[in-house]
């Protein structure tokens, strides 16, 4: 992102899914009863069979295999006298397992499920099962229960898949406390600690880490965590820092006060083009003077917040701004963008929104503005297709830290915890290993190998190995901007084409020794599928340059279907340390390449790659918000003309052979400052089929500093260079 405005730039202008709505009120009733009542007594054929098996002595794994395909299945058991639980099993190709640990030998398990078939939900009987005893397999038949697809007419939140705070599988984790440590750079903030003291702390540490010319590319690395209470504190935002709250809901911590971001130093000459790597995440705020201000850029989310007041997205002066992100949100005052170049909200609540330069992009968004693009520039839809909001580490009633797991949505409206409690689950941190100082690749490998789930604390860690992530809903939660630096050419991680897995908060900065990619999801030629429980990639950012001379060909590959990608920026650095940027440095060729089917991305940056910086070969691909600047560094033309023999490479490529793909709000920008002569034939590439559809799509010359001569295919005309945007509504 450029660092100054450009010259002669604009000036600031003021259905629910009835299986998923299901399986949450049978969880809900469950747990409230202990019990899942039957409503009616329907027959059914013999149409599944169930086991019990021991992968060690101490775990009992339930399978339940459907003749027909079940849209969920909850298992409810009893380990002796123990109270009963109520989970929802994950899908394993037909069959459906859940695994209790620990169990003791000998222990009885009284068990049966809850499932679906053709619509209708059915209870089996009850089942018994003796640890030790050496497994059971069985038949059986089921009454039915009239719970029909009743989703009643609300257009607020949209339930997930499970409801609660069960705790599903977490592997083989042992011997992890509830209440670890979390090294030197997690500051823990309890309102018994008084308000000066803690005001004392955030005031040293955001000395340390707002200076745009010093902070930026250091290695400082700090989260704020705020204990449920209320607390009269001014929180200004620097670089690398994570502000959040520990209540399972967003109102158990209340900041009187402001939590802003906005352009600090003398050297950002009024704007905020560089406020990248900061987040605020699960608290409230009233706002000192009734509005917060949070004028970022890139990589800042501002998630699950309750903004009692205004929300001001552009710097105190008025100066430029280029973000930014919100999910999970609500606004009771008014959202303005204002001097923001582009935005992207998702799933909340706003009083009212105003404001918007090029590109202003809504889904699943109450109090939205209407979709009038390009005039004002909003693009808006009232849903999300498929989302779910990011787990995040809370404090139970009993003091133990625990990491809740939002459910899946679909056709998502409003904030998930709006109308109450985050549908979700959640994990004991006894299941994860956290990293802090000292851990290397062989340790985090390790720990994964265990089954543990991983909590990265604020530091950069240096890999010299890949990191594997193989079981299926494996959580990597990061706080404080963790980074992962691949040295001697490794990838840094690798995830296996399996269920579930959720990564979030995470910086990959490239090493200086080329990796073909910095994270992989899915094998090649992966091609399950993963629609009832996707993985996600959250908060992921990548970075090619800047604080050393990266080199990475791919930053992102996706292989595995049905990934949800929600809020990623991958940057090839414009800007940073001396020696560190330049077209023969920093090399890499593309931000993200998608081969998996039904892939949906919502939220997505990707700047200044040599080729192609997106590839979309997976059919059915989504995206709702992208934002790209070409390279700013091109020396020639002959050095920037794609296989084809057109000038440059198109920010967001769909392959030829792709039939389906469906993209809203959409822009590329040009700033060719090394080389002015040079051009980018079009900003989007795409086949030319009516399975392919764009809206909202737009270019612009920042300041006439080079031109693309077409928005998408041959369609559009040549940027001008007064730094207006060239538009194209509907393609085809």
Known sequence: ????????????????????LLAALVLALAGLLGLIGTAGSASAATDYTQSVSEPTPTQAKFTFTPTSPAGYVILHYQAGTATQQNVQMAASGSSWTYTVSPVSAGTVLTYSFTYTRNGPQYDTPQFTYTQGSGGTTGTGTSTGTT???????????????????????????????????????????????????????????FSQMKDTATAQFSENRVADLFKPGTYNVEDNVGFYTSVAGLGQNPDQVTINGDVTVDAFNASDAGNATQNFWRSAENLAIDPSSGTDRWAVAQAAPFRRIDVHGNLALYPAGYGWASG?????????????????????????NLGSWAGGVWNMVFSGVSG????????PPETTLGTTPVSRDVPYLYLDGSGAYRVFLPSLRQNASGASWANGSTPGTS??????????????????????????????????????????V??????????????????????????????GVRLKGLLFDAGTTNSQALLTLGPSGSAASHASDPSSIQDVFFRIGGERAGRATTSLVVNSDNTLIDHIWAWRADHGNSGTVGWGTNTADTGLVVNGDNVLATGLFVEHYQKYEVIWNGNGGRTIFFQNENPYDPPSQAAWT???????????????GVTSHEAWGLGSYCYFNVNPAVNNYHAFEVPSTSGVRFHSALTVSLGGVGTISHVINDTGAVTPSDTTPVNVVNFP
């Open 1 to 20: 992102m450029r660092r100054n405005p450009p010259p002669g730039g604009p000036r600031p202008r003021s259905y629910r899914r009835p299986a998923a």
């Open 147 to 205: 719970s029909g697809t009743s989703t009643g007419t609300s257009t607020g939140t949209s339930s997930g898949s499970t409801g609660g705070t069960t705790t599903p599988p977490g592997g083989n984790c042992t011997g992890q406390s509830d209440t670890p440590d979390f090294g030197p750079n997690v500051h823990v903030f309890d309102p018994s600690m008084g308000n000066a003291a803690i005001q004392a702390q955030l005031d040293a540490q």
């Open 324 to 348: 930014g992100y919100i999910a999970d949100t609500k606004v009771t005052g008014q959202a303005a963008s204002v001097s923001q170049q582009q935005w992207y909200t998702r799933d909340s």
């Open 368 to 375: 939205a503005p209407a979709g009038t693009f390009p005039n």
């Open 427 to 468: 994990l004991p941190m006894s299941r994860f290993y956290v990293v802090k100082a000292g851990d290397t690749a062989a340790t985090i490998n390790s720990a994964l190998a265990a089954g543990c789930n991983l909590f990265v604390t604020p530091g950069v860690y240096h890999l010299s190995q890949t990191l594997q």
């Open 470 to 499: 193989n079981r299926a809903g494996t959580v990597v939660l990061g706080i404080g901007y963790p980074t992962f630096v691949p040295d001697g050419g490794v990838n840094a991680m690798q995830v296996a084409d399996v269920d």
């Open 642 to 656: 794609n296989p084809a023999g057109r000038n440059g490479y198109a920010a967001y490529k769909v392959a030829d």
